[in-house]
């Protein structure tokens, strides 16, 4: 068996998407997503110009032999469209193994370790009284664990805050849009909601809240220590990580978790706020990190030292990446939580999927492969819409992380 053609789809039912779907001479096909929310064209092109030409004649059962042969042999390693370029045919190698061979994925990489995966939703609104209701209708889902975003006083737009009642997207047309913002409101408020909810729901429900890189270490310290109290799951990315012995100061004066790694693309991202015991929860995701390959590296170094897993679930990473996630979750011994966003009708239209939700959880579902399809003729009906993500800036104009 070899691959016998490769091509990538670009399409936008609801947002962009970039998949690869790989295929065999014997007529066997595997999807991967390689959507770098914002940046889709750059990855769509390195598959297109410089990977796919390399892959024709491939064992796609070769999956550790193909992955060091494209981030070794292209001798330029890492970054955000490398990794996701190489995670795209990774995942659908896998995806074609699983088919060729009649079982789903989690079956090559261990077999099931739980019943489901638990997953958490995005309760969020414009004040305090609006997250309260977002978080009552996740409770009524039968979801376990809910993440609080809100709007904060004195703020006109601030990130997390969906459009709709389950719907989040925070990338939109045009030219970024910009945001402003205040880390003494924030700080200021954080508590504030976590009191809100933890009066209204008690300590039974999980509650999480991401900062999304905007404090500094101190600032993160002083919020995970108020934040204590109130038993939080995690504070999520409270500071930019490039600095990963920054974490040492936040680790060193609050015990509220830490989750980190969205946007990690490699494994030396996090192998010091791994061996270091600085996080709780690593974030990192197929398409962002490399594919499964790379993914289950990550997760058995993660496993030594007590960190759990938790891979990014936003509706821009595409159904093919949610199919790859819940294989991973159900299979890997240190899975922590699944982050799900539900992605729009439109988007779950184009990519007909096995996986399902019930109760709380997520079930990746019993077809071979990952249990994901691409309706081509439908995507062709949405296509690319040039969409960037906001741009922040501080009250005064100083750009701002994001
Ligand atoms: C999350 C995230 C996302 C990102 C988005 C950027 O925790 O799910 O922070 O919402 O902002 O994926 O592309
Ligand atoms: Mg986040």
């Known amino acids: 068996m070899?691959?016998?053609?490769?091509?990538?789809?670009?399409?936008?039912?609801?947002?962009?998407?970039?998949?690869?779907?790989?295929?065999?001479?014997?007529?066997?096909?595997?999807?991967?997503?390689?959507t770098v929310n914002g940046r889709e064209l750059a990855v769509a092109s390195y598959l297109r110009d410089h990977v796919v030409p390399l892959l024709i004649g491939a064992d796609p059962f070769a999956t550790e032999d193909t992955w060091q042969y494209l981030y070794k042999g292209a001798y330029w390693r890492r970054g955000p469209v490398t990794m996701a370029a190489i995670a795209a045919v990774d995942v659908a190698l896998w995806d074609i193994k699983g088919k060729a061979l009649g079982v789903p994925v989690h079956q090559l990489i261990g077999g099931r370790s739980r019943e489901?995966?638990?997953?958490?939703?995005?309760?969020?609104?414009?004040?305090?009284?609006?997250?309260?209701?977002?978080?009552?209708?996740?409770?009524?889902?039968?979801?376990?664990?809910?993440?609080?975003?809100?709007?904060?006083?004195?703020l006109a737009g601030t990130y997390g805050?969906?459009?709709?009642?389950?719907?989040?997207?925070?990338?939109?047309?045009?030219?970024?849009?910009?945001?402003?913002?205040s880390t003494e409101r924030y700080l200021d408020f954080v508590p504030r909601l976590f009191d809100r909810a933890r009066q209204e729901f008690g300590f039974e429900v999980h509650l999480l809240h991401d900062a999304h890189h905007?404090?500094?270490?101190?600032?993160?310290?002083?919020?995970?220590?108020?934040?204590?109290?109130?038993?939080?799951?995690?504070?999520?990315?409270?500071?930019?990580?490039?600095?990963?012995?920054?974490?040492?100061?936040?680790?060193?004066h609050t015990t509220t978790p830490i989750a980190l790694g969205e946007v990690f693309n490699s494994i030396h991202d996090c192998e010091q706020l791994i061996s270091e015991q600085l996080i709780d929860y690593v974030r990192a995701s197929t398409v962002h990190t490399g594919g499964l390959t790379h993914l289950l590296k990550v997760a058995h170094l993660a496993e030594l030292y007590h960190v759990r897993t938790a891979c990014h679930g936003p509706t821009d990473v595409s159904p093919v990446t949610m199919a790859a996630a819940l294989q991973f979750d159900i299979a890997v011994h240190n899975f922590g939580i699944?982050?799900?966003?539900?992605?729009?009708?439109?988007?779950?239209?184009?990519?007909?999927?096995?996986?399902?939700?019930?109760?709380?959880?997520?079930?990746?579902?019993?077809?071979?492969?990952?249990?994901?399809?691409i309706d081509e003729q439908l995507a062709e009906q949405y296509p690319y819409e040039r969409s960037y993500l906001p741009v922040n800036r501080l009250l005064d104009g100083t750009v701002h992380s994001w």
């Open 2 to 34: 070899r691959v016998s053609d490769a091509r990538v789809i670009v399409c936008s039912p609801g947002r962009n998407f970039v998949t690869l779907r790989v295929e065999t001479d014997d007529g066997t096909w595997g999807l991967g997503d390689a």
């Open 116 to 154: 489901g995966v638990t997953v958490y939703g995005h309760a969020s609104g414009g004040d305090l009284d609006e997250v309260v209701q977002a978080v009552a209708r996740y409770l009524d889902m039968g979801y376990r664990a809910v993440r609080l975003q809100a709007g904060v006083p004195g």
């Open 338 to 373: 699944q982050e799900y966003m539900r992605h729009t009708p439109e988007t779950d239209a184009v990519f007909p999927h096995a996986y399902h939700y019930d109760d709380g959880m997520l079930h990746p579902g019993d077809e071979p492969g990952l249990g994901v399809d």
């Open 161 to 181: 805050v969906g459009r709709g009642d389950l719907y989040y997207e925070p990338a939109s047309p045009g030219r970024p849009t910009e945001e402003r913002w």
């Open 214 to 252: 905007r404090l500094s270490p101190t600032e993160a310290a002083w919020l995970g220590q108020r934040l204590e109290r109130y038993r939080p799951f995690w504070l999520e990315d409270p500071v930019p990580a490039e600095l990963q012995s920054s974490y040492r100061h936040v680790r060193r």
